[in-house]
């Protein structure tokens, strides 16, 4: 059943109940360290975030697909992930985005909706919406991180394109303050 909620400005219709069951089915596939740290670290992301992925039927620990970035000086990591929730967006006019078309959920998460999904399982429900997240996590496992982040494993080009992206946000979000 589709209920309406108000996310930061985002008018949405939700139904979290088949979000919830379409969670249950989800399995996480990937096993390099960094997927392995994000499920490991999960349970440390900040409550407000805890909670809206509850809020929405999402199981904070099987995103659609994790990214980590890079390991910043004060020893966390940059990561970023995408979650899907059945609903549509209704209205988005109220959203009060930063340049970058986030929202500012605490110092150190930003975090957007998109009718855009990608990667979506193939029994997720339709319609879906895609909530893209981007976070600090430590790193908890006890073996050091993979030589190179998946998400570099890519061509010189592109990894010179997706190292100064990462950088470029990272920036956007430190100018705010120190991540927690």
Not at 38 to 67: H, Q, Y
Not at 112 to 131: E, G, I, K, S, W
Not at 134 to 162: H, K
């Amino acid at each position: 059943m589709f209920v309406e909620r108000d996310v930061f400005g985002w008018k949405l219709a939700v139904d979290v109940e088949s979000t919830a069951r379409a969670y249950e089915r989800l399995a996480l596939d990937c096993t390099c360290s960094y997927c392995r740290n994000f499920s490991f670290a999960v349970a440390t992301l900040p409550a407000p975030l805890l909670g809206l992925l509850n809020s929405l039927g999402i199981d904070p620990a099987k995103p659609a697909n994790v990214s980590e970035y890079a390991r910043q000086p004060n020893g966390l990591h940059m990561y970023d992930a995408f979650y899907h929730v059945v609903g549509t967006i209704l209205d988005d006019r109220a959203v009060k985005r930063d340049q970058f078309g986030h929202v500012q959920l605490t110092e150190s998460i930003d975090l957007l909706f998109t009718t855009r999904v990608q990667q979506v399982a193939p029994n997720f429900p339709q319609p879906a919406l895609q909530l893209e997240v981007f976070f600090f996590i430590p790193w908890l496992l006890d073996q050091p991180p993979d030589p190179e982040p998946l998400v570099m494993q890519v061509s010189t080009g592109a990894r010179s394109i997706i190292r100064s992206l990462a950088r470029w946000a990272n920036r956007a979000i430190m100018s705010r303050g120190k991540p927690n």
